[in-house]
């Protein structure tokens, strides 16, 4: 008897519209963020906020864009560089991707983003008419602000459900930002992928700051930044309270689900946070 093919590589939102694949929105804009490793023939999907620099810089390197991290820039200017095509997508030998906890994954937008005054909070700046006032707007009017709708949650990539980005329906690999030494780990025995930390580069992180405990959830951008200028910061938890864990979770429930199913509640910051989906 001949040998079985392998399985096709299901992609996830492929039947999700009576459409051409190319005209699929829900497709192309996962499609849109995965990458090739063209000497593993391996496929990763990135999110944005879940070590993607550190990820794009080492993808940079491993295919042979730039020789190391000191150009590391390059990669801003080139995500679509490396971009698969269908075909990459449906004959990729190793697949991957790294999810982040939800709730982590919101405080680091806020804190990196948003309390920084990056493209991002412009964005909504204009968006809400210019009604923002750094020294008034807090995590919570942040967090009521993107989760109010699907408009306002799929506005930027930097908090746009991590489900959104996943081309496929399961991977060969599912890691996390929370368990990274494990992910370097395996993809340096599995496909001899080496990843290059990009953290002390982009200086996108909290890692760079001395974390402080306590409530934060109604303090202000303006007194948040003043910290940072100390080099201090909130840990993601001490920006929540009961109310904004229960709404994060509510909002991003998919993505949440997701976390505990593939990585484990372990690693999430409230691991019994309730996750039912929020009414529609």
């Not at 519209?17 to 391996?42: E, I, K, M, Q, V």
């Not at 999907?45 to 993808?59: D, E, M, Q, V, W």
């Not at 996390?176 to 930390?197: H, K, N, S, T």
Request: aromatic residues 12%; charged residues 25%.
């Amino acid at each position: 008897m001949a040998p079985q093919p392998p399985q096709p590589r299901l992609l996830r939102y492929a039947a999700a519209h009576r459409r051409t694949l190319a005209t699929n929105p829900d497709h192309g804009f996962a499609a849109d963020y995965a990458l090739c490793h063209y000497r593993a023939g391996a496929v990763y999907s990135f999110i944005p906020k879940n070590a993607c620099s550190t990820l794009r810089l080492s993808l940079a390197i491993a295919n042979g864009a730039i020789a190391g991290p000191e150009d590391w820039t390059w990669i801003h200017a080139n995500n679509p560089t490396f971009r698969a095509a269908l075909r990459d997508l449906a004959t990729a030998d190793f697949t991957f991707t790294v999810l982040r906890c939800p709730h982590a994954r919101l405080a680091s937008v806020f804190l990196d983003k948003i309390v920084g005054r990056s493209p991002e909070y412009w964005l909504l700046f204009r968006e809400t008419g210019e009604t923002i006032d750094p020294k008034r707007f807090s995590f919570r009017d942040f967090v009521g602000l993107v989760s109010a709708d699907d408009d306002w949650q799929q506005l930027n990539e930097h908090w746009r459900p991590q489900v959104d980005f996943l081309v496929y329906a399961e991977y060969d690999a599912w890691y996390a930002v929370e368990r990274m030494a494990e992910a370097r780990d395996d993809l340096a025995a599995r496909i001899g992928f080496d990843l290059v930390d990009a953290r002390g580069l982009t200086r996108h992180g909290t890692d760079r700051f001395d974390l402080i405990e306590g409530d934060y959830a109604d303090t202000s951008m303006a007194e948040l930044a003043a910290l940072q200028e100390a080099g201090r910061a909130p840990s993601h938890a001490a920006l929540y309270d009961d109310a904004l864990v229960g709404a994060v979770a509510r909002a991003w429930a998919c993505d949440l689900a997701l976390y505990r199913d593939r990585i484990g509640a372990a690693t999430l910051t409230f691991p019994d946070a309730d996750f039912e989906p929020k009414e529609t």
